[in-house]
């Protein structure tokens, strides 16, 4: 039987309901008028609440995808027939690889523009950053008073044997590196790296909330952790054993010797062949309202990132939150300079 050729819609929808049958997922509606179909590596707790908000808004049904690993690549492998319309994620490196590979395009919009501030967006619209977490210093109550910490001193002697963190290679921590790498070159980075190394009380492992977990068990008395574990643990979130850690501790805001506290970010960008770009750039839009803004301060314990909105009362005791003013693009593009000094110096071994 010979078939007929397919129109590209036609190819789009077929190519999707092979790749989504393959994998077990529900069906995306590709090419309806009123539906935006969304890869994301967030969270489905946090992600949700935020799609069901926007077609309570729009009408505008929302097709997700949740993908833990690989979603460059599976766009890539869709190609021209790919029915993602936006691509969400975390981290600064993973927005711009996705910029990089070539599966995002340009947009233009004036409310996104005005919400978000400049250097949390990219300047030709290719991502947009929707919330920031800060890498802080989680501090045993009972054993540490000195609480006016720098990134920088937590390489110094003093803490020897008494620093919990997670692998060097675990995109938060590699941020941090390329972070301090853009401060002070990476000369200064290894050295710092080593003194780092040097004042762990164990093999870098486990999460962040570990690094809690470990305080409260007297392994360590600071450990490395992003704010919004805080949150999910002070709240109650985390199950009744994690407030015991987070009873535990106290949370340092640190800074960069003349900068700021560092941050990364979680956004989203507009797919190249998203076969619904305008409803994905409504989508983005959203996001920056006062109602998806309050979702991810209350969702996920998240910095808003437009500036006039509230931050969780849970995360707002922490201290105001002075932001690092590094070029994320400068930090994203020495993540691998980053990541060669974790190896170079050992550091999870």
């Not at 309570?56 to 319309?85: H, M």
């Not at 919400?115 to 947009?128: C, E, M, Q, V, Y």
């Not at 950053?129 to 540490?144: E, H």
């Not at 980075?189 to 068990?217: F, Q, S, T």
Request: charged share 25%; proline share 6%; glycine share 10%.
């Amino acid at each position: 039987m010979t078939r007929a050729p397919l129109h590209r819609p036609a190819r789009r929808a077929v190519l999707a309901a092979g790749l989504i049958a393959g994998l077990g997922l529900a069906p995306l509606a590709a090419t309806a008028e009123e539906v935006v179909n969304i890869y994301t590596t967030r969270e489905p707790g946090l992600a949700k609440p935020l799609f069901e908000g926007f077609t309570k808004a729009t009408g505008i049904k929302v097709n997700t995808v949740f993908v833990e690993k690989g979603l460059a690549e599976r766009v890539k492998t869709e190609g021209t027939a790919s029915p993602a319309d936006v691509l969400m994620n975390v981290d600064i490196g993973n927005m711009l690889d996705v910029v990089d590979q070539g599966i995002t395009q340009p947009v233009t919009s004036d409310v996104l523009v005005k919400a978000i501030p400049a250097n949390l967006r990219a300047a030709d619209g290719s991502w947009f950053a929707l919330s920031t977490r800060a890498r802080l210093v989680y501090v045993s109550k009972d054993r540490v008073k000195d609480t006016a910490l720098t990134y920088e001193g937590l390489a110094d002697p003093k803490w020897k044997g008494k620093l919990c963190i997670r692998s060097g290679k675990h995109p938060y921590n590699t941020a941090l590196i390329a972070a301090y790498i853009v401060h002070h070159g990476e000369a200064k980075a290894e050295e710092w790296l080593k003194g780092v190394k040097a004042n762990l009380a164990r093999k870098p492992a486990g999460g962040d909330r570990e690094n809690a977990r470990d305080i409260l068990g007297g392994i360590c008395d600071l450990g490395i952790g992003n704010s919004y574990y805080v949150g999910l643990m002070r709240s109650g979130k985390g199950g009744p054993d994690q407030e015991k850690w987070a009873a535990a501790i106290n949370v340092v805001l640190p800074t960069f010797e003349g900068g700021g506290t560092h941050v990364n970010v979680s956004g989203a960008s507009v797919a190249k062949n998203a076969p619904n770009k305008a409803n994905a750039v409504k989508l983005l839009e959203y996001l920056v309202s006062p109602e998806a803004q309050d979702l991810y301060a209350r969702g996920n314990f998240e910095y808003p990132v437009v500036p006039e909105a509230p931050v969780d009362p849970i995360i707002a005791a922490l201290g105001p939150l002075n932001v690092d003013n590094v070029d994320l693009v400068a930090v994203a593009k020495a993540r691998k300079a980053a990541a060669d000094l974790s190896d170079k110096v050992g550091f999870d071994n």
